[in-house]
């Protein structure tokens, strides 16, 4: 599904002059399928905001000129919510707070349940154990068990295990490695790619991970205070000097390196993943020493 | 949920937002007492309710809050007022019958109408105070009226914390319901549609979650608060002092006036 967003502003509390908040100014962007979408920029830049309309939570506002996801059109009032939400998913900020069921069979099953009330209960069975086992988790172990006596790590799983059940085509996830350790980060990403690899077709991830975005996503859209400032590939924007200082980003560990060595002569030209650091290096290496 | 802003505290840079919260809780005590004492006989004492009315209005218009704001503050009770009106016009028996055999009397009109202004009066007033009055200032106003109860060894600060720290929650607490909605409503939960039972259970993924990120709150706070040696009110200082000023003279004053109004009418 394809993404449009024409002139989106949204302000909360329009109606009050004193407590009115701009949180979106003038958004123009596109997304297409099959992006693994980054979405980056200070705290309060509206980052969630954006992404919230995504998937209906927040309603345009009348001045946006156009928000379709796919078939859906978001500035239409009758559009339908419940299928929408049935093929864009969201993984909210720390989604291990919005588990609740006495199982976690019962908490995955939720969402399955609310958009496909016809399916029977093996078919369902079926797909919750899909879910689970996708995120990395034994199924005939955890499913009669709490998610409240599981370990942090383990209740996020599940948490997203409960949203990807749908099998949904957009997957939007808000800082979705806040708060994890090291291990857990690199075991959530690579279930990010397998999640794109299978049936999520496209990825919108808002992070403050410099690391996680340019290792991941093919493209970037930076804001500050509600507008964008850039879109690019990684390479493009942490590349500009005056787009990471401007916005109040990070650079990710490659673009610091690559800049690094620019000042001490060593010009490289990454595309600021890892792999293709190390590849870039080695050619460099291999340059000068054939050069000797 | 982000439209809701917590009371119905009007941020404004006013004379009467400026004056000591104890005065504007004394005050408004004084101005519901006042209405109280409008006279119930005739119709002619209906007339006691103008000044109460110019007060609300000349209040409204000095601290810069729309009166249509004050007027809307009747929207939560207005069921409560029609009813008891209703009641008071089909129910009293007292009185001459305005037509013959017939069971609405004059009285009862009378007292229809007469409740119906004392109650809408009282609310628009006090919404007065909480549109110029921050709840936080509310609950260090009242800490301050009760602290002579501390003589009969009532614990003042504490009842005054406990109030602070819900007030302070509310805010946080309907936050992070507002997320716990939309994690759910994302999720196709669907919180209006079925019968009254259906939307009560379609209530506890809500619910749940919220309570426990209460009780983690709740244990995080004690944990900062016991971190810090909190130790309750001995020797406690505070940020904002209350100071009185010529400001809450003038209120004082013209509260007065007020009163002395309703009793000559």
Sequence with gaps: MRIEVENLTFVYSEKSKSLQYKALDDISLTIEEGDFFGIVGETGSGKSTFVQHINGLIKTQKNCKKFTVGEFDLTDKKCDYKSLRSKVG?????????????????????????????????????????????????????????????????????AIAGVIVTRPEVL????????????????????????????????????????????????????????????????????????????????????????????????????????????????????????? | MKEFSFGSYYPENSFVHKMDARVKILLSIAYIVAVFLVKNNTWINYLGFVPCLLFVIIVAVVSKIPFIKVVKSIKTIIFFVILSALLQIFFNKSGTPLWKNGFITDKGLYNAGYIFLRIVLVVMGASLLTFTTSPVEIADGIE???????????????????????????????????????????????????????????????????????????????????????????????YKKMKLSLRDLIGTLFTALLIVGVCFL
């Design chain 1, 90 to 158: 969201m993984v909210f900020q720390y989604p291990e707070y919005q588990l609740f069921a006495e199982t976690v069979f019962e908490d995955v099953e939720f969402g399955l349940k609310n958009f496909f009330p016809n399916l029977t209960q093996e078919e369902r069975s079926e797909k919750v154990k899909q879910a689970i086992e996708t995120v990395g988790l034994d199924f005939e172990r955890v499913k009669n068990k709490s998610p409240f006596e599981m370990s942090g790590g383990q209740k996020r799983r599940v």
């Design chain 2, 144 to 238: 301050s009226l009760l602290t002579p109860l501390k003589l009969i060894k009532f614990p003042v600060h504490e009842f005054a914390l406990v109030m602070s720290i819900a007030l302070r929650f509310i805010p946080t607490l309907l936050d992070e319901t507002d997320r716990i909605i939309k994690a759910q409503t994302s999720r196709g939960a669907d919180f209006n549609s079925g019968n009254i039972f259906k939307k009560a259970k379609a209530l506890i993924p809500i619910l749940i979650p919220l309570l426990i990120s209460s009780f983690r709150r709740a244990d995080e706070l004690a944990d900062a608060m016991d971190a810090r040696c909190y130790a309750g009110s001995k020797n406690r200082t505070k």
């Design chain 1, 172 to 292: 939007v996830l808000d800082e979705p490695v806040a708060g994890l350790d090291p291990k857990g980060k690199l075991e959530f990403i690579k279930l990010l790619k397998r999640l794109h690899n299978d049936f999520v077709k496209t990825i919108i991830i808002v992070s403050h991970d410099m690391d996680l975005v340019a290792e991941n996503c093919n493209k970037i859209a930076v804001l500050k205070k509600g507008k964008i400032v850039e879109t690019g590939s990684p390479k493009e924007i942490f590349c500009q000097k005056n787009i990471v200082e401007n916005s109040g980003l990070d650079l990710p560990l490659t673009a610091y390196l690559q800049r690094e060595l620019e000042q001490n002569g060593i010009k490289l030209n990454s595309d600021l993943t890892v792999d293709n650091f190390v590849e870039e290096v080695k050619n460099y290496y291999c340059k000068i020493k054939g050069g000797k």
